[in-house]
């Protein structure tokens, strides 16, 4: 299993971004996927998941700002983030579920106040 992501930089409080995860080998649309941040000095976080019928789910901190969102066909993952905060910092991890979970290399994301 391998993952390839995009998407991060920096950019401004209030601002957009969109990271994307593209799976290859075993991952196929039956697999749960999501995000994980881990801020500095902190422990890797949960922030959004869609399960493998599309059912999305946000942690209470991320609602209304994050959209998580996947391409089957692609094997790809999304996560749309607005109105971005400094606190939003960190590196973002996807993952995908099989009997394991599989992990990205990340992508780090720095908002500027």
């Known amino acids: 299993v391998q993952f390839v992501e995009s998407g991060g930089g920096l950019v401004q409080a209030g601002g957009s971004l969109r990271l994307a995860c593209a799976a290859s080998?075993?991952?196929?649309?039956?697999?749960?996927m999501g995000w994980y941040r881990q801020a500095p000095g902190k422990q890797r976080e949960w922030v959004a998941g869609?399960?493998?019928?599309?059912?999305?789910y946000y942690a209470d901190s991320r609602k209304g700002r994050f959209t998580i969102s996947r391409d089957n066909a692609k094997n790809t993952v999304y996560l749309q983030m607005n109105s971005l905060t400094p606190e939003d910092t960190g590196v973002y991890y996807c993952?995908?579920?099989?009997?394991?979970?599989?992990w990205g290399q990340g992508t780090q994301v720095t908002v500027s106040s």
């Open positions: 869609v399960s493998s019928g599309g059912t999305t």
């Open positions: 080998g075993s991952i196929r649309s039956t697999n749960p």
């Open positions: 993952y995908a579920d099989q009997s394991t979970r599989y």
